[in-house]
T-cell receptor
Framework: DAGITQSPRHKVTETGTPVTLRCHQTENHRYMYWYRQDPGHGLRLIHYSYGVKDTDKGEVSDGYSVSRSKTEDFLLTLESATSSQTSVYFC????????????FGPGTRLTVT | KQEVTQIPAALSVPEGENLVLNCSFTDSAIYNLQWFRQDPGKGLTSLLLIQSSQREQTSGRLNASLDKSSGRSTLYIAASQPGDSATYLCALLSGSARQLTFGSGTQLTVLP
């Protein structure tokens, strides 16, 4: 499982509240990613990080921010949650250098009411 | 923009049958292609990765092929088992981007 954990695993929150999801890895991988998975849209990249304090936007970054102050942690923040952000959020890391193979965490199911 | 299509969306087969899942893509400038398995309510498990320079990869009963010229990949599952029931996703890392582009998946059911 590439040593990836996500917390919380489930969360219900109200519209307008801030939410932070955490991804933690234990194997010192440089690249980390946040995806969301929705019926009819598949998996889409939100943000990714290529090192401590180095991040960039993905396909669906509006309404999300990220931070990476330590190699092992990549945080995804919804500053003011909306119902359209109800989704399953997956964190991933890029494994062995050169192959670009990605490994995924167990996911966080977020419901915004 | 890379587009990835997986057909069929759902497939039901009897146990023991050999089967093929298809993945097609529009941009052949790729770094690699990954096949994943996703069980209901779970994360994605990487099954096979094919580098751009490779034609196929095998792991146990699974064999994945890649034909960049035609924009197609197949995942062959031999002697299917009920435990193979899951959604299978293909994803491509394109040369012009650092992100994976996913297909919508094929939901496989293997009947005992």
């Amino acid at each position: 499982d590439a040593g990836i954990t996500q917390s919380p695993r489930h969360k219900v929150t109200e519209t307008g509240t801030p939410v932070t999801l955490r991804c933690h890895q234990t194997e010192n991988h440089r690249y980390m990613y946040w995806y969301r998975q929705d019926p009819g849209h598949g998996l889409r990249l939100i943000h990714y990080s290529y090192g401590v304090k180095d991040t960039d936007k993905g396909e669906v970054s509006d309404g999300y921010s990220v931070s990476r102050s330590k190699t092992e942690d990549f945080l995804l923040t919804l500053e003011s949650a909306t119902s359209s952000q109800t989704s399953v959020y997956f964190c991933a890391i890029r494994g062995t250098e050169g192959t670009y193979e990605q490994y995924f965490g167990p996911g966080t199911r977020l419901t915004v009411t | 923009k890379q587009e990835v299509t997986q057909i069929p969306a759902a497939l039901s087969v009897p146990e023991g049958e050999n089967l093929v899942l298809n993945c097609s893509f529009t941009d052949s400038a790729i770094y690699n292609l990954q096949w994943f398995r996703q069980d209901p309510g779970k994360g994605l498990t990487s099954l096979l990765l094919i580098q751009s320079s490779q034609r196929e990869q095998t792991s146990g009963r699974l064999n994945a092929s890649l034909d960049k010229s035609s924009g197609r990949s197949t995942l062959y599952i031999a002697a299917s088992q009920p435990g193979d029931s899951a959604t299978y996703l293909c994803a491509l890392l394109s040369g012009s981007a650092r992100q994976l582009t996913f297909g919508s998946g094929t939901q496989l059911t293997v009947l005992p």
